[in-house]
Nanobody, 124 residues
Framework: QVQLVESGGALVQAGGSLRLSCAAS????????MGWFRQAPGKEREFVAA????????YYAGSVKGRFTISRDNQKNSVYLQMNSLNSEDTSVYYC?????????????????WGQGTQVTVSS
């Protein structure tokens, strides 16, 4: 079992950048595939990015590809989401999540562990 805590959410102007962090504790972090999801008010939770357990493979939603970068540091038990060129559509609560298999990485229902979320608000 792994516990996840996100941080780094903030109010930022459109066009700005933000880096989210997710710290893991509990089980061996390097065994988990990690994902970032987001949920805006009144909308379903949507996939943002995911990374394989050793960091060799990354996956992105089309809406963030080229603007967001997922990374992880297994020595620090952390995963990050660097977000550039932010726009109002990126305003959401961002969640990190963990799973032990490398299939269906964009499916939120497949993740067993979730953080509490961190709010990102982009002002135009």
């Amino acid at each position: 079992q792994v516990q996840l805590v996100e941080s780094g959410g903030a109010l930022v102007q459109a066009g700005g950048s933000l880096r989210l962090s997710c710290a893991a504790s509990g089980d061996t972090f390097s065994l988990y595939y990690m994902g970032w999801f987001r949920q805006a008010p009144g909308k379903e939770r949507e996939f943002v990015a995911a990374m394989s357990w050793r960091g060799f493979n990354t996956y992105y939603a089309g809406s963030v590809k080229g603007r967001f970068t997922i990374s992880r540091d297994n020595q620090k038990n952390s995963v990050y989401l660097q977000m550039n060129s932010l726009n109002s559509e990126d305003t959401s609560v961002y969640y990190c999540a963990a799973k032990t298999t490398g299939v269906r990485l964009s499916d939120s229902g497949d993740y067993a562990y979730w953080g509490q979320g961190t709010q990102v608000t982009v002002s135009s």
